[in-house]
């Protein structure tokens, strides 16, 4: 599917068959989710009053308060347009798949069937592909045609870098969106084998940016990352840094080390995405991500009318 040596007749029938295929997942799936999570859900400021028991306590102008001495609170009202924004991970971790797709084609199917979903509900759409550095970023904008271009943009972009800063990609969006926005950010999280300051990063950043917008994480997550199959001796590099480190996968104490150690960093990265308050997904390039994206939207909004 991806991309590089595509002809201009084979760009155009591969973004005519994911409209497609996505254009179906949204009738048919997703679009009831996403219409009645995400109508509405823009706001304008239009006031600042004292604070009343029961406000959200996320309203509340800190700068204020301190001035006054007592809490006070931004209110807003609704506004029917929003932006969403496609936060890609294009880095090159993305092009591993142990399955039928690489994880940079389940995310661009991913993407495409958000971005149709959006536009149904009238909303515009943005997209910022990244690896170490910003790669791509197309201003949010309506219309189909636009649409096209995003798709066109994920199926074909060929990233300069291979390396992944998701705090320096989020820096960027709050830097030039300037009004709350809907941000999904579809990465693997791999980064987080940097180090323990990178991950502080990551989730300081992510922190920030949600109490800027709404984000939602989306983790791609191959299940072959965290089984290692009894193949005999084999040589692993680290897509990203060109790290090469052999493994005797034939023994059983290896393989079993392999599990525990990934199934510890995905526990760690739970603990750590759950201190920000970002929600987010783990979907598994092995299985259709359209059921479970609709069953976490239908759950997240339970919980906000909760």
Known sequence: ML???MTLTELLAAVRRVETRTNRLVNDT?????????????MDFEELREYIPGDDVRDIDWNVTHRLGRPFVKRFREERELTAVLAVDVSASSLFGSANRTKREFAAEIAATLAFSAAKNGDKVALLLFTDAVELFV??????RH???IVRELLMHQPKKSGTDIAGALGFLNHVLHRRAQVFLLTDFLHADAGAANRRDVIAELGLTNTRHDVVCLHLH???ESELPDAG??????????ELLEIDSA???????FAAANTQRLAELDRALIRTGVDTLRLKTTEPFAPVLQRFFELRRGRRRG
Do not use: C, Q, W
């Not at 999570?37 to 823009?42: A, C, D, E, I, L």
């Open 222 to 224: 191959d299940p072959r």
């Open 3 to 5: 991309f590089s040596n």
């Open 233 to 242: 001796l084999v040589t692993v590099e680290d897509a990203e840094t060109g």
């Open 30 to 42: 997703m679009v009831g989710a996403y219409l009645s999570h995400f109508k509405g859900r823009g």
């Open 147 to 149: 649409i096209l271009r």
């Open 251 to 257: 023994r059983g104490r290896v393989r079993e080390r």
């Open 139 to 144: 201003p949010p904008r309506k219309g189909r």
